[in-house]
């Protein structure tokens, strides 16, 4: 691992709390381009980020998820997929549109965190509200929102707990 991704690895946390000072449009162009370059399963891309600055429609999705850190952020990005464009493993029918959305997910909060600014991957929203907020047709999934702004808190001296590699990692099987 690069010193430089080490880093940024070991630094991103989950943000809630947000100041109001706009992002700046290049910023969130390279954020959004990060996800753009994301992998996908047979490179289907079935994403698409609905950026959402105006603030009605971030307190409409405030009703979906009630936190004013997320809807007071400046910004709002939306990950949603199109299940219909992603690759099926054939043996099984498995539909990727929900990996293929969480890492186009991932590399935009990665790319954010690089960047200075704080995100928070939120998946515990009322999907109805979202989707009537948005205008969401039929076959377009949200996978998560994330809030995008300059954090309104220290960063973190350390790291955020996780399972020891020990645990993480088995040898040959299961178990
Ligand atoms: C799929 C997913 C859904 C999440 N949903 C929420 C959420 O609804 N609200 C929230 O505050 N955090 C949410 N989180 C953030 C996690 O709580 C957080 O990533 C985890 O506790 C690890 O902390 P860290 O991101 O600071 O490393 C979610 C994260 C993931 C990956």
């Given at each position: 691992m690069s010193p430089a991704f080490h880093d940024l690895a070991t630094t991103r946390r989950s943000v809630r709390a947000y100041k109001a000072e706009p992002v700046p449009e290049a910023l969130l162009q390279t954020v959004l381009e990060a996800g753009r370059l994301a992998p996908s399963a047979c490179n289907k891309q079935p994403w698409r980020f609905i950026v959402v600055r105006n603030e009605t429609t971030r307190r409409a999705l405030g009703a979906a998820y009630a936190r004013e850190w997320f809807w007071k952020a400046p910004v709002i990005i939306v990950v949603c997929v199109v299940p219909g464009e992603a690759w099926t493993r054939?043996?099984?029918?498995?539909?990727?549109a929900l990996v293929d959305g969480a890492l186009a997910m991932d590399h935009l909060m990665l790319a954010a965190a690089e960047a200075g600014l704080g995100t928070c991957w939120v998946g515990s929203f009322d999907p109805a509200a979202v989707r009537t907020t948005l205008g969401l047709p039929d076959g377009v999934e949200v996978v998560g929102m994330t809030p995008l702004g300059f954090p309104d808190v220290e960063p973190n001296p350390r790291p955020r707990s996780r399972r020891p590699l020990g645990e993480t990692v088995m040898k040959e099987r299961w178990g």
């Open positions: 054939s043996y099984d029918g498995k539909n990727y």
